[in-house]
DNA sequence: GTCTATATACTGATAGAC
DNA sequence: GTCTATCAGTATATAGAC
């Protein structure tokens, strides 16, 4: 993680923690982290996490809530913008920068959300999980809505909405699973591999208004 | 799985094994499933999974081979088509259909790709996945390539062709996240939903013939 | 070929020292 | 707050009966 955004939402202690644990779950997948794994990658024992965390789920799902508050965040910036299609592009454009520059946090949200598409919960778990997936639906439809605002409009053309808002997430989100952080990297780096994926998806949502920038 | 594809490549007995294995590793992970998962899916012990296969390991390569096999023979049958976009388009409806249609599979392929980007494999393993990542990069190239044809004729247009080409099957891969197979569903609706992803990413590529069907 | 043990190892979680 | 020690549960894999 670079310049990592959650630094000033929970006190230091448990968000190295938090940190650590991001990262473990994206390199191993969440059931092949164990919780030895996390010390070890913290460079202490098990028992430090388990006074911050009462179990992995817990940890878990900590990470994945954090990972949506970074999404919800980004995109809010872009409420002030009138036109349908300009704002679109910009949370778009939030959207995709926000994968990258908290990947680590992005995948336990991406595997949070395939755990509940799987239905392989245990009780204890369900609830946390519902209210994850409910925050990841209720930003899912924001995107929804000023594309189909956009649409009835005429600025975008698509068949239906239900595949295109799928394809639009998928094709802005997928940054988080192929982006390779180079050594000296800017901003400016990651806006343009960001600006790419926003082009690629607004064009395949068939944007009337040749993608200016 | 719907008129599993297969059904002529081993004998049954495994077939079936292989089967429910990639049920099993699509619902739950490959971490999370044990091979007691799969044997209570097919309804036996161990034992006879263990007969076949020297370890949970093996098994799952053995389904995500078979999985880019799917895929292989899926553009193989573009080869034929000599202008490079009609060649793409035919390619990439091949592949968008064969993640629908052999879903389980694939997310077996996805799963053995991630594992190795984290680099998270045991020796044992190692020479195996090497080979999956072969398989997939090889796979990868022809799309790539293809594209670039494409390009260079100025019927596609993209600023940076490695970014261009995860977008471009990120994109058609998708519907193995999200496709809901339905009650009575047929190969036409199949086709619809693979048309509308093939429509997106060409469109996304800056497709400069509209695309036409 | 398939099933029934069983050996062996690992992991999540707890309790208590410091 | 963090560490050490430990328990209980579960998973891979094997060996041998049938």
Not at 12 to 38: K, N, P, W, Y
Not at 125 to 131: C, I, M, S, T
Request: with cysteine; hydrophobic share 45%; charged share 25%.
């Amino acid at each position: 993680m670079n310049g990592d955004p959650a630094e000033n939402l929970l006190d230091e202690g448990q968000m190295e923690i938090l940190r650590m644990a991001a990262l473990c779950f994206m390199e191993r997948g969440f059931a092949a982290t164990s919780i030895d794994d996390v010390a070890r990658k913290l460079g202490c024992t098990k028992g430090r996490i388990y006074h911050f965390f009462a179990s992995k789920a817990d940890l878990f799902f900590s990470v994945a809530e954090i990972g949506m508050e970074f999404n919800h965040k980004a995109i809010r910036s872009c409420e002030h913008i009138a036109a349908p299609f300009d704002r679109l592009r910009a949370m778009a454009l939030a959207h995709s920068l926000s994968m990258i520059e908290t990947r680590a946090y992005q995948h336990a949200v991406w595997q949070g959300v395939e755990l509940h598409l799987r239905g392989a919960t245990t009780p204890e778990q369900r609830n946390r999980l519902d209210a994850l997936i409910a925050s990841r639906d209720q930003y899912s439809d924001v995107f929804r809505d000023v594309m189909e605002q956009a649409r009835e409009r005429g600025e975008l053309t698509y068949p239906d909405a239900g595949i295109a808002r799928q394809l639009m997430l998928v094709a802005l989100s997928s940054p988080m699973f192929w982006y390779k952080p180079r050594d000296a990297e800017t901003l400016d780096d990651r806006i343009k591999v960001a600006r790419q994926c926003v082009d690629f998806a607004l064009s395949g949502l068939g944007a009337r208004p040749p993608v200016k920038r």
